[in-house]
């Protein structure tokens, strides 16, 4: 079945979980420099999400998620290392905040004034 999350036990979540743990550890540890004090207290979690897209994206507080169709494509765990530590990069150069705060207040009641009344947010699925 596409589009579901695979179980913890699946050989390509073992995998993304264990690259994805060693980076997520060095980056918590400063090993990167810059300021990293946010990155300390996360519970990381790795996913993988049976579909045939080629991507990778991390949600605020640590969560990757890679899909098996990036998985399908890459060749060696240093590739699946790079793109994982993209995604953690986000994290550490905090984008998720820096996206909410680009939300203004007449942007933010637009949304949910459509929300309330059922009519569809362009773009949105």
Known sequence: MTHTLLPPNHPAVQLVKRVG???AKVASDGGGGGY???MKNLDWEFAVINSPDVNAFVAPGGKVVAFTGLLNIISSEDELAAVLAH???HVL???HAERLSQLNVTGLVNMLARALLGIQ???AL
């Open 121 to 123: 947010i362009p773009g």
């Open 87 to 89: 995604e953690v990069g």
């Open 36 to 38: 990293y004090q946010h």
């Open 21 to 23: 743990t060693r980076i």
């Open 93 to 95: 150069a905090r984008h």
